[in-house]
């Protein structure tokens, strides 16, 4: 089973980012979407993300970190843009963005 | 299809709550989860809410909020107080609990 991200003490940003698909394409989009995830792991800034689609086709996916500037780097990775574009374009049909300061967080792992 | 919640113009609250559970009580689990959006929902200050669980048990919920006060209210909703402590002596595997201040939104809908 996926464990939650794991993050330092606040402050940090979460980017949620909620989306549904158009359909079709699977085997593309989820390549795409994987190499995202993979990609944004190796940004600077960085600190995690939780991603889950749900059975009837709305995905969450929380990501962490640093701080702005690394969010705005993050937004404008050139292989990244390209699927913003995409994203626009072809796969999806909703999706909403937020940038937020995390302020308080806790967590608790059964022993 | 669920459609991701519409929210106002920020700024306005997050409440990201990411969770796994423990396993059975499938029933009484998704009783109280149902009742707790329910609930969320009548309270003052309450924006909107996306929830989704994965296949493989990883749980996201985001809520939004007017503001903290209207977060402080929720926590302390006593019916929300049970639920709290269920969810640490029996439901929850691991969960994580972060608040944060939405500072841009963007959305898109396709036409």
Redesign the interface.
């Known amino acids: ?5 794991r ?1 330092p003490e ?1 402050p940090y940003v ?1 980017v ?1 980012f ?3 698909r ?1 359909g079709g394409d699977e085997a593309a989009y989820g390549e795409m979407a994987g190499r995202m995830v993979e990609l944004a792991q190796q940004q600077d800034g960085f600190l995690g993300i ?1 991603t ?3 059975a ?5 996916t ?1 990501s962490y970190w640093r701080d702005h500037d690394a969010v705005v780097a993050w937004k404008a990775n050139v292989e990244h843009l390209a699927a913003q574009k995409m994203g ?1 374009e072809k796969w ?19 022993g």
């Open positions: 089973m996926t464990s939650p991200a993050t606040p979460a949620i909620t989306n549904t158009t939780d889950v689609t749900g009837d086709g709305l995905t969450i929380n626009r999806y049909q909703t999706f909403s963005l937020r940038v937020a300061t995390v302020e308080r967080a806790y967590g608790f792992e059964r």
